[in-house]
């Protein structure tokens, strides 16, 4: 009031005279006249007060336009922050690349760190935080009994100078012999506990428990340390000591351990932000895109370094006079760069720099310079944090600037609070600008249009700055509005999470061991594989023997087909393809001399309902009208064609043309059928229809058609092998060994029926508790257990049984069994080849599982493809295994030193999974070294091989041979 009333005479005619043209933001005075004629005692004071408020009204408006027109460039619009983002995003590729990281300034280092807590952690841990002159020793108990905990105990520890510059051994020795204060003081000396280890300086990690050091920093200078690796060091001087043990689990940098120590809390979090001192930031990324460690599954946490972006020049257009001349003075010119613009280290300086020069253009404290505001590094980050609070910022501001040796005016103290904002708030931006294109690369990575995530944080400036979260928060949304983004403060990143981080990598590795004990059985050693061969060779032999055959579990079947295709067949032959619910009827032309092909013509019927449960008169009455309708559609109704039947259920064959079905399987239930002769029950159809004649001259089993198709084109074909829903073979074997047929002349081939090997009990060993828990919920329990081991019917029910089984143990799934995946049959075979593509992404995998109703974590979809694969290379080893009884067999029939042979294969295991056939081809290679064997996939081996051995049949009948 006294100020008012001493200037009133000085300022108040000068400005009232302008008061009519006052700008909008103005405060309205109040008129003189009103005020002397009610109130005349306050007319002196209501002037004042108007007029001081328009005053400092006007004078902060000027001076902030001034201030604001000098720090031009620092202000950046969102356009600039965009391209900055993407700038920085294409760095982020460039360090990711193996021949571009060299040059890239953004180095994203691989962590090793693999995996972001799920909630399952538990234990007790130490952490180890060397980072300055200080270090700190951290108890951390982590509980799990339904309710996440985490209890810190820590001790600090002081590095004296001469160990900070002494030896390497000194100083390890040093800080093992506090870690064994420490834990002799916890009572803990006794117990080997793993450790997480936060060192907080220059390292190349090649391991999760392997730093090498680059270079010190912060005043270390302990010699023979660097280039060595840490982990080892600390390791030795543990040893030196004898009295005490540590697994060191894991090395960690402070800004991994910040979103590890969020990521327990937050299963969310998946980005490290720390703006302190220093600035870096670090996310999980996709291994494939990880060119520098080897692998391409599951994800990694890259520490980015981001510090040094812009070292490259990449943001010179916008760095300042005042960012050249604070790189210039610093120990590291022309690193760093983006560091240098926006971490508390350099903050404060930038500030005291403008400071400087405004005041040296004549724009602040009247042109004179103090002594206090030209000494470096004078003027501290906290000071900005202090000048933009709300409430006291200003009398702050003429505090500071009063120590710095000023004599401040109001002026200048608005000045001040400026700039501090605008330095402040263009370090929240770059923040905000680099973080928008980590965001965008994990959204890019996870192919979703809408992303929610969470980052955790740590450092002075984002904790103590009062404006600097809010507008961090604000740019990303408003730079990344597709991401939903929760910032957490972390809480002791650098203790906390190295603890997490042992943590996890704890869990993992107990959880790995989880799953090998459940996997194991699955891994069949080559000692294993050879006896499996031996055992499958003496079933067969007990096939073949008349006296043996009955007990026999690989029955061994004469089919009555004694040859294979010799390139003279011709002619036109029918095929029925009888297998299921649908069925064919083919006209194979063949065609013989230098125009040597097979035509195919087929048409494909359904069997209704009706007939599948009726009488079998109905079944076979629907077979023969069908056979009408296309003989018709042919214009073949009046020729008497050959005709090779494929029915592909069980029967006992007695000659080529006689079939007597043993039971129906497929969901078939005609009566009347079991126990009698298929072919003949065709054969009577057709004459109760009365409009065609045909010549059944074969009825076929699908495994030896393919053999047959495949035969026609390549005259070593002599093994059959079928793959797919279910699991067969066939080959030529000699008719002296075939007791159940009379004759020791010739081959015939056999169909072997090798599904049910094992039957008996001979695999019981190798048999896990999987298998026999699929076996024993399936419709023939006990029955077909070889083919339950290896065919597409059971694979995907094996591969559902193993997961329920980890999800109850919580390895997978966090610990929720789905409704779905209890459903017996809901994971189809068909999902392992999806799962097992190599050119398959994580990303799909986790696709695949949400149509099961599981909604799986990156981790889970890695230990899902890994059962997918261990089942899957059982199955296809245990196919091998047979394949190399069978060529074994015929080479030492044929009393050779070496076999060339070829296989022809069908089935949609075979076909379509990606690996299975190559792991079944190297099987057989190294089980049978002395046979060549060359895998050919069958053509339509139901159709044109049915009328292949129909072909053969006729030549041999026109040859006058059996």
Same mark, same amino acid.
């Given at each position: 009031?006294?100020?008012?009333?001493?200037?009133?005479?000085?300022?108040?005619?000068?400005?009232?005279?302008?008061?009519?043209?006052?700008?909008?933001?103005?405060?309205?005075?109040?008129?003189?006249?009103?005020?002397?004629?009610? %109130?005349? $005692?306050?007319?002196?004071?209501?002037?004042?007060?108007?007029?001081?408020?328009? %005053?400092?009204?006007?004078? *902060?408006?000027? &001076?902030?336009?001034?201030?604001? *027109?000098?720090?031009?460039?620092?202000?950046?619009?969102?356009?600039?922050?965009?391209?900055?983002?993407?700038? /920085?995003?294409?760095?982020? *590729?460039?360090?990711?690349?193996?021949?571009?990281?060299?040059?890239?300034?953004?180095?994203?280092?691989?962590s090793f760190v693999r995996s972001t807590p799920d909630g399952t952690e538990s234990g007790d841990f130490l952490a180890l935080d060397l980072g300055g002159t200080n270090f700190r020793v951290l108890r951390v108990k982590v509980s799990d009994n339904g309710k996440q905990k985490v209890v810190i105990e820590n001790r600090i520890c002081s590095i004296p100078e001469e160990v900070m510059h002494g030896t390497g051994t000194k100083l390890f020795d040093h800080i093992?012999?506090?870690?064994?204060?420490?834990?002799?003081?916890?009572?803990?000396? !006794?117990?080997?506990?793993?450790?997480?280890?936060?060192?907080? %300086?220059?390292?190349? =990690?090649?391991k999760l428990d392997e730093s090498i050091l680059l270079s010190w920093t912060k005043g270390f200078k302990a010699s023979g340390v660097e280039g060595q690796d840490v982990v080892s060091l600390l390791h030795k001087a543990i040893e030196r000591r004898g009295d005490f043990d540590i697994d060191i689990v894991a090395v960690v940098n402070d800004t991994v351990g910040t979103m590890m120590s969020c990521g327990y809390d937050d299963h969310n979090c998946e980005i490290g932000l720390i703006v302190g001192t220093g600035t870096n930031a670090c996310y999980m990324e996709e291994m494939r895109h990880i060119d520098l460690v080897e692998g391409d599954e599951g994800r990694m946490c890259i520490n980015m370094e981001w510090g040094a972006f812009g070292d490259q020049g990449e943001l010179d257009d916008i760095r300042t006079d005042f960012d050249i001349e604070i790189d210039s003075g610093s120990i590291n010119p022309g690193k760093q760069l983006? +560091?240098?613009?926006?971490?508390?280290?350099?903050?404060? +300086?930038?500030?005291?720099?403008?400071?400087?020069?405004?005041?040296?253009?004549?724009?602040?404290?009247?042109?004179?310079?103090?002594? =206090?505001?030209?000494?470096?590094?004078? /003027?501290?980050?906290?000071?900005?944090?202090?000048?933009?609070?709300?409430? !006291?910022?200003?009398?702050r501001a003429h505090g500071i600037l009063t120590k710095l040796g000023l004599d401040p005016t109001s002026e200048n103290c608005i000045s001040l609070r400026r700039i501090c904002s605008i330095v402040s708030t263009r370090s929240s931006n770059l923040c905000a600008a680099a973080l928008a294109a980590v965001l965008r690369r994990i959204q890019e990575n996870k192919g979703l249009q809408k992303m929610q995530t969470t980052v955790g944080v740590d450092g002075s400036v984002y904790k103590m700055h009062p404006?600097?979260?809010?507008?961090?928060? *604000?740019?990303?949304?408003?730079?990344?509005?597709?991401c939903e983004v929760r910032f957490l403060l972390s809480e002791d990143g650098s203790g906390k999470g190295a603890a997490m981080v042992t943590a996890v990598a704890h869990r993992l590795a107990k959880q790995q061991k989880m799953r090998e004990e459940s996997l194991s059985a699955f891994k069949l050693s080559e000692k294993q594989l050879l006896e499996v061969k031996s055992r499958m060779k003496m079933e067969m032999e007990r096939g073949?023997?008349? +006296?043996?055959?009955?007990?026999?579990?690989?029955?061994?079947?004469?089919?009555?087909?004694?040859?294979?295709?010799?390139?003279?067949?011709?002619g036109d032959f029918l095929a029925l393809d009888l297998g299921g619910t649908n069925f064919r009827v083919l006209l194979v032309k063949i065609r013989d001399g230098n125009r040597r092909a097979v035509e195919l013509h087929n048409k494909i019927y359904t069997i209704p309902k009706r007939a599948m449960e009726g009488t079998g008169e109905e079944l076979f009455d629907h077979i023969v009208q069908c056979i009408a309708d296309f003989l018709k559609y042919m214009g073949i109704q009046h020729s008497r064609i050959p005709l090779g039947f494929t029915f592909s259920f069980p029967c006992e064959q007695r000659t080529l043309d006689q079939g007597i079905l043993l039971n129906w399987t497929k969901g078939f239930k005609a009566t009347g059928c079991e126990g009698k002769d298929v072919v003949n029950l065709l054969r009577e159809a057709i004459t109760r229809r009365a409009e065609f004649e045909l010549d059944v001259v074969a009825i076929v089993n699908d495994t030896v058609g393919t053999m047959m198709s495949c035969g026609y084109d390549d005259p070593l074909c002599e093994v059959g092998l079928i793959v797919g829903t279910g699991s067969n073979a066939c080959y030529m074997e000699e008719m002296k060994n075939v007791e159940m047929v009379d004759g020791d002349e010739g081959r015939m081939c056999v169909n072997m029926e090798w599904g049910a090997f094992g039957d008996n009990g001979c695999l019981d060993d190798i048999r896990t508790e999987f298998d026999?828990?699929?076996?024993?919920?399936?419709?023939?329990?006990?029955?077909?257990?070889?083919?339950?081991?290896?065919?597409?019917?059971?694979?995907?029910?094996?591969?559902?049984?193993?997961?329920?089984?980890?999800?109850?143990?919580?390895?997978?799934?966090?610990?929720?069994?789905?409704?779905?995946?209890?459903? =017996?049959?809901?994971?189809?075979?068909? %999902?392992?080849? =999806?799962?097992?593509?190599?050119?398959?992404?994580?990303?799909?995998?986790?696709?695949?599982?949400?149509?099961?109703?599981?909604?799986?974590?990156?981790?889970?979809?890695?230990?899902?493809?890994?059962?997918?694969?261990?089942?899957?290379?059982?199955?296809? &080893?245990?196919c091998g295994v047979g394949l190399a009884a069978i060529v074994d067999k015929i080479r030492v029939n044929r009393n050779l030193d070496n076999l060339k042979v070829t296989v022809g294969?069908?089935?949609?295991?075979?076909?379509?999974?990606?690996?299975?056939?190559?792991?079944?081809?190297? @099987?057989?290679?190294?089980?049978?070294?002395?046979?060549?064997?060359? /895998?050919? $996939?069958?053509? !339509?081996?139901?159709?044109?091989?049915?009328?292949?051995? @129909?072909?053969?049949?006729c030549r041999l009948r026109e040859a006058g041979q059996h």
């Open positions: 009031q006294r100020w008012n009333e001493q200037h009133l005479t000085k300022i108040g005619s000068r400005h009232l005279a302008t008061s009519s043209g006052a700008s909008s933001h103005r405060p309205e005075l109040v008129p003189w006249n009103r005020t002397e004629s009610r %109130f005349p $005692q306050y007319k002196s004071k209501m002037i004042a007060s108007h007029l001081i408020g328009y %005053f400092f009204t006007q004078l *902060k408006h000027d &001076q902030l336009q001034k201030t604001d *027109k000098f720090l031009y460039h620092m202000r950046l619009s969102d356009e600039v922050l965009h391209d900055i983002s993407e700038r /920085f995003l294409k760095e982020m *590729k460039r360090g990711l690349g193996k021949d571009t990281n060299a040059t890239s300034s953004v180095k994203m280092l691989p093992a012999n506090c870690l064994a204060d420490v834990m002799q003081e916890l009572d803990i000396k !006794d117990t080997k506990l793993p450790l997480g280890f936060t060192f907080s %300086f220059p390292c190349q =990690q090649s983006f +560091e240098k613009m926006i971490s508390g280290m350099y903050m404060g +300086e930038i500030v005291r720099v403008i400071l400087v020069k405004m005041t040296k253009d004549g724009l602040l404290f009247r042109g004179k310079l103090t002594p =206090q505001l030209l000494v470096k590094d004078n /003027f501290e980050t906290q000071y900005v944090s202090a000048i933009e609070k709300d409430s !006291d910022g200003l009398q404006q600097f979260a809010r507008r961090l928060n *604000k740019t990303v949304r408003r730079l990344v509005p597709s073949l023997k008349k +006296e043996t055959h009955s007990t026999a579990t690989v029955k061994m079947l004469a089919t009555y087909v004694r040859a294979t295709p010799d390139g003279t067949e011709k026999v828990e699929v076996d024993e919920n399936s419709l023939y329990a006990g029955k077909q257990r070889f083919e339950k081991m290896i065919s597409g019917m059971y694979l995907g029910e094996i591969v559902r049984n193993i997961l329920i089984k980890f999800t109850k143990q919580g390895l997978l799934f966090r610990g929720k069994i789905s409704e779905r995946l209890k459903t =017996q049959g809901i994971f189809e075979t068909k %999902f392992l080849s =999806q799962i097992e593509s190599d050119r398959l992404a994580l990303l799909q995998v986790r696709a695949i599982l949400q149509q099961l109703g599981l909604e799986s974590t990156c981790d889970d979809s890695i230990i899902v493809k890994e059962v997918c694969g261990v089942v899957s290379r059982r199955a296809a &080893q245990l294969i069908d089935g949609t295991l075979y076909k379509l999974h990606p690996h299975f056939s190559t792991i079944m081809h190297e @099987t057989v290679e190294r089980l049978s070294p002395k046979c060549k064997v060359l /895998f050919v $996939q069958s053509e !339509d081996g139901s159709g044109k091989g049915a009328a292949l051995i @129909t072909a053969v049949a």
